[in-house]
C-alpha cells in the first residue's frame, strides 16, 4: 500500500468498463445517461414524475446491474458546482444503505462547469469520510465500502483522477484534525499525529513553555491555562517544504489551531460552547494544504506552514481581559476579551513568518492566516463560503479575486471583504501605554465589521502594518475566515479551502 492509498476512504481505482466488472452497482448523477442506460431511464421517467428529483435505486436489464441514480438538482443561474457533489455524495449513500460495496461512480461532463469531473470525484470520496476516533476505535468499521471505481469520460480522466487523490489526501489529514475531539486532538496528539505524515518535510516542533512565553507571548497567554495539564500543553508546529529549484515564490501559511475554546475567562455560556473542537479547522487546514505539497513537489514554490495549537481553557492560570501583553513585534496589546483567542495565538506566529520573509529576503512572499475566527464571518457570508481579507499590498495584486474566482470553480466558495481604516481605528489605542486593543468585549456578530477587525489587529500587532504599499518591503498579507465553510456539527469538517488555495498558489 503506497503512502497515499493510507489517506483514502477505501481501494480507489479508475475503470473505462460499464458492467459488472468488478462492481456491484452503477451510480449515475446526470440526466444525460450512457447509451447503455438511455432506455431504461426514459422508460422510468414515463410513468414517474419525479425520477429527475430523488435518488433512486432500479436494475439494469441490458447490464443485468442494480442502478442508483441521485440526479443533480436542476441548474439555476446562481448554482454553482457543488451541486455535482452533492449529488455524488448522495448516490454512494445510497449504495451504502442498499448494502453494497464496490460501487462504480460514473462521472458526469459539464459543458457549464469546466471543473465537474474533478469536484465529482472529490464530493464522492468526502461523502465516503470516515472520522478518525472511530476508525481506531471500531477497526471493523474504518471503510464504508470496499472499493470505489469512478469512470470519466475524458481524455484527461486519468490526469482528473491523479490530482484527485492527491487533494483528498490533504483533505482527510484536514478532516482528521478537525473531527478529532478534544482530547484525541490535543495539540501533542495533533503532533504525533503529523510527524508520520511529513517524512519529506522538515518538522520543527516549539513545546518548551519558557520558549513559546519568551518569543511568542501572545500564544503564551492563551496557553497559560492549558499548560497546568501536560495532554493540553500548547505546540507550535512549522512544516517547510524546501523546493529543487530556486524559489520563484514563497507561501507562508499560518492557522488557528485551538483544540478546544471553552472562552476563557470571557466563557462561552449559554451552550454556546458545545461544536468548539473545530476551532482547529485553520491549522488542519495547514496541515492539509502541506499535505497536497508534499505529494505534488512544486519546482519553484517555496513554502512554510505553521500550526498554533492551543486549547483556549478557564481556570486559575488563565489570562484575562485588561492585561497587557508586549507582542513578539514589540507591539503592547491590552486584552479586552479572552474569547478572541484566535488572533492572539496566531499574531506572534505570523509575525515570526514575517520576520522570515525579511532574513531571508524571500522571493514574492505571501503571507496568510487561515481560522475559524468569528462568528460575524459566518452570518455575513452563511454556511459553505469562506470569507478573504486582503492587505493593501495583496489586494493591489487583486490576489483576492484571483481566489475567489478559483474557489468557485473547485466548489470552495469566497466572499471578498475590504479591510478600511475604520478597521485599523477599532483597535487603536485608547490610554497611555498601550499600542492597540485585541477587542472589545461584545460578541463578534454584534459588532459593525466583526471579521474585518481582527485582519487590521494582526496586521498591526505584527508589525506587518509597516510593510505596505509605500514601504521599502511591501509584503502580501491574506486573511482567511472559514468559520463559514469549515463545517459545523453534526456535518463532519470540509477541509475548505485546500482546493482553492492549491490551485490558485501551486498551479498557474
Known amino acids: 500500500m503506497s503512502r497515499l492509498d493510507k489517506l ?6 479508475l475503470s473505462q468498463i460499464l458492467g459488472k466488472a468488478g462492481h456491484d452497482v452503477l451510480c449515475v448523477i446526470d440526466r444525460a445517461v450512457p447509451p447503455e442506460l438511455a432506455d431504461t431511464f426514459e422508460e422510468h421517467r414515463s410513468y414517474d414524475k419525479a425520477f429527475d428529483s430523488v435518488v433512486s435505486c432500479f436494475k439494469s436489464p441490458r447490464l443485468d446491474l442494480p442502478v442508483i441514480y441521485a440526479p443533480v438538482a436542476e441548474l439555476t443561474d446562481y448554482a454553482d458546482v457543488r451541486c455535482y ?93 478537525g473531527v478529532g475531539d478534544p482530547e484525541r486532538m490535543a495539540p501533542p496528539l495533533v503532533e504525533k499525529y503529523i510527524k ?86 485553520g491549522a488542519a487546514a495547514v496541515a492539509g494544504f502541506m499535505k497536497v505539497v508534499s505529494e505534488q513537489q512544486p519546482k519553484d514554490i517555496h513554502v512554510i506552514g505553521a500550526l498554533c495549537l492551543v486549547r483556549n481553557s478557564v481556570g486559575e492560570e488563565c489570562y484575562v481581559a485588561d492585561e497587557m501583553i508586549t507582542s513578539r513585534a514589540g507591539v503592547r496589546v491590552r486584552v479586552g476579551n479572552t474569547d478572541a483567542e484566535g488572533r492572539m495565538c496566531m499574531a506572534d506566529v505570523l509575525c515570526r513568518m514575517k520576520e522570515l520573509v525579511i ?21 455575513s457570508a452563511g454556511e459553505g463560503q469562506s470569507i478573504i481579507v486582503d492587505n493593501s499590498v495583496a489586494a493591489k495584486a487583486d490576489h483576492a479575486r484571483k481566489l475567489q474566482a478559483a474557489g468557485q470553480i473547485y466548489g470552495e466558495p469566497f466572499e471578498v471583504s475590504v479591510l478600511r481604516q475604520c478597521d485599523f481605528d477599532f483597535n487603536a ?28 489587529f494582526m496586521i498591526t500587532a505584527t508589525g506587518l502594518d509597516k510593510h505596505g504599499l509605500n ?18 456539527l453534526p456535518n463532519f469538517p470540509t477541509a475548505a479551502p485546500i482546493v482553492a488555495l492549491a490551485k490558485t498558489h501551486l498551479i498557474d
Open 8 to 13: 483514502l476512504p477505501c481501494s480507489v481505482k
Open 471 to 488: 514601504s521599502s518591503k511591501p509584503i502580501k498579507y491574506s486573511h482567511l475566515d472559514i468559520a463559514g465553510s469549515a463545517g459545523e
Open 359 to 379: 532574513e531571508g529576503n524571500l522571493p514574492n512572499a505571501h503571507l496568510f492566516t487561515i481560522a475559524t475566527l468569528t462568528g460575524h464571518a459566518f452570518i
Open 196 to 281: 508520520p505524515l511529513f517524512d519529506n518535510l522538515k518538522v520543527t516542533v516549539i513545546d518548551d513553555v519558557n520558549v513559546i512565553n519568551k518569543e511568542y507571548p501572545l500564544f503564551g497567554a492563551v496557553n497559560r491555562a492549558a499548560n497546568s495539564v501536560q495532554r493540553h500543553q500548547g505546540r507550535i508546529i512549522y512544516l517547510e517544504y524546501q523546493p529543487p529549484k530556486p524559489a520563484r515564490k514563497t507561501l507562508l501559511l499560518v492557522g488557528k489551531g485551538v483544540t478546544y475554546d471553552t472562552g476563557g475567562a470571557d466563557i462561552k455560556a449559554g451552550g454556546v460552547m458545545a461544536g468548539m473542537s473545530r476551532d482547529k479547522c
Open 85 to 177: 457533489q452533492k449529488a455524488a455524495a448522495q448516490s454512494l449513500e445510497r449504495a451504502i444503505k442498499s448494502g453494497f460495496q464496490s460501487p462504480l461512480l460514473v462521472v458526469p461532463e459539464s459543458k457549464r462547469f469546466t471543473q465537474a469531473e474533478l469536484c465529482t470525484v472529490l464530493g464522492a470520496l468526502e461523502g465516503l469520510y470516515v472520522p478518525i476516533q472511530l476508525r481506531e476505535d471500531v477497526p471493523e468499521k474504518k471503510q464504508r465500502i470496499s472499493s470505489l471505481s469512478v469512470m470519466i469520460n475524458s481524455p484527461n480522466a486519468e490526469e482528473i483522477f491523479k490530482e484527485a487523490l492527491v487533494l483528498e489526501s490533504g483533505r482527510r489529514v484536514a478532516r482528521d484534525i
Open 429 to 456: 489605542a485608547k490610554v497611555i501605554g498601550e499600542d492597540v486593543v485585541q477587542a472589545n468585549n461584545m460578541p463578534s456578530v454584534k459588532t459593525p465589521r466583526g471579521h474585518q477587525v481582527p485582519a487590521a
